[in-house]
């Protein structure tokens, strides 16, 4: 959730992470939910997540490729020097959401999505939007730079188990990013969840 970090102390995060792992880092960014508990708890406003995110990415983009960066936004300001060690190819900046405000972020500013707590229709219907908004943009997301995370259990979905984590999702997920928790999910025989 990037409008709780600091986006220079997390472009160097990555930077080492790149270096330390050969290049396999591999970031998805979010703005969290406005309903989120850490807003309060911090004192933050959510109002301006999806914006200061914006401006983060940017900087965090810049701050791993440019030897000087200069940036001044509306919520950061920086003048000084990019991040070392310089990571030895472009590290990807996925991002994650399922509003309409992410799908637009991600054709702007992003390398590929991940549909969380996600329906595939839904899923569908966002990745047609992104390609879309991105062409209009002149951009390429690649086309296996698209991504879902569908939970999955083989066996009943009377399982206990399964009732709770349901319940849980449901109590998480925004109204408006949800159709149906059960679109989210795979369960029932090994055949069904392959075929889902």
Not at 59 to 68: A, V, Y
Not at 92 to 117: C, E, K, Q, V, Y
Request: some cysteine; charged content about 20%; proline content about 8%.
């Amino acid at each position: 959730v990037l409008p709780f970090r600091d986006p220079v102390v997390f472009a160097k995060e990555l930077a080492t992470i790149a270096f330390l792992g050969a290049g396999r880092v591999f970031p998805v960014i979010g703005i969290g939910n406005a309903s989120d508990k850490f807003w309060q708890a911090s004192g933050a406003s959510p109002k301006t997540r999806g914006r200061k995110s914006d401006e983060a990415i940017e900087l965090i983009r810049l701050l791993l490729k440019e030897d000087t960066v200069s940036f001044a936004g509306d919520h950061y300001r920086y003048e000084g020097p990019g991040v070392q060690p310089r990571p030895a190819k472009p590290v990807p900046l996925w991002i994650g959401g399922n509003s309409d405000a992410a799908f637009a972020r991600t054709a702007r500013l992003g390398d590929g999505w991940l549909g969380s707590m996600i329906g595939p229709q839904r899923a569908g219907e966002a990745r047609r939007s992104i390609e879309a908004q991105s062409q209009a943009l002149g951009r390429v997301i690649e086309p296996d730079h698209y991504c879902m995370t569908l939970m999955m259990h083989i066996g009943s979905e009377d399982d206990p188990a399964v009732q709770q984590a349901i319940g849980r999702m449901a109590a998480r997920m925004p109204p408006e990013t949800c159709h149906s928790v059960t679109d989210m999910l795979a369960i029932g025989p090994a055949e069904k969840v392959i075929a889902t």
